[in-house]
């Protein structure tokens, strides 16, 4: 069965720092994709960035970039120049044939 | 326009009460699913669907039942509606196929409250 794990129930950050969220997971499959969600407090979930389990380069978009660290099963979220609009839950998910999250991050950006 | 959209988006009902919530979508995907949102727990999948004839229970799929109308179309009931069922209810979609294709995109929730 698949698991997602996040240690850090809250996060705090300074405007402008960068902030890492970290996710690991476990899974007995070969090929899987890891994703992750924003929820601000307004409640949608939000698609920020996906990794491949065969992908040799880390997975960036924006301002979001992942760290994936295979051997390690760890794909932890790195937020450069953080904003006060980044202030929100964060989840990290696993595909394999179903989507499993984690419990969350709450990240606060302070200025 | 939201690509994924649900309906209602808030709803208080009473114990015992049969409810319908509905989740229609615009991005032509095949794969619609169903999940619940309690603090501290995350999401939950509850149903899930990869086309019109095809329906799955997910991890929590007792005391609910699913429809699918359409590809556009994934409507969720609860026949008979109990306290603990009280939390956010998200409708997504994917369009499937392996990797990025099988990023899920999520309506705005349902806020379900059962008294």
């Known amino acids: 069965a698949q698991k997602i794990t996040q240690t850090q129930p809250g996060m705090f950050v300074q405007e402008k720092e960068a902030v890492t969220l970290d996710c690991t997971y476990d899974t007995s499959d070969q090929s899987y994709g890891l994703f992750w969600y924003k929820q601000p407090s307004s409640g949608e979930m939000i698609f920020l960035i996906y990794q491949g389990s065969y992908d040799e380069q880390n997975a960036t978009e924006g301002r979001y970039s992942l760290n994936f660290q295979k051997a390690r099963k760890s794909a932890n979220l790195v937020i450069s120049a953080s904003q006060l609009g980044d202030s929100a839950m964060y989840f990290c998910a696993i595909y394999t044939d179903k989507l499993i999250f984690g419990t969350g991050t709450r990240l606060q950006v302070f200025p | 326009d939201a690509d994924v959209t649900q309906t209602p988006r808030n709803r208080i009902t009473k114990t015992g009460k049969r409810i319908m919530l509905e989740c229609s979508q615009t991005k032509g995907h095949d794969r619609m699913y169903w999940y619940r949102q309690d603090p501290g727990l995350g999401l939950r999948l509850i149903y899930y669907?990869?086309?019109?004839?095809?329906?799955n229970k997910g991890e929590i799929s007792d005391g609910y039942s699913v429809s699918r109308q359409a590809q556009a179309k994934f409507s969720l009931s609860l026949e008979s509606a109990i306290p603990n069922q009280t939390a956010l209810y998200f409708c997504?979609?994917?369009?499937?196929?392996?990797?990025?294709?099988?990023?899920?995109?999520f309506g705005p929730g349902t806020r379900l409250l059962v008294l």
């Open positions: 997504a979609t994917s369009g499937g196929s392996g990797g990025v294709k099988e990023t899920q995109y």
């Open positions: 669907s990869f086309d019109v004839k095809d329906i």
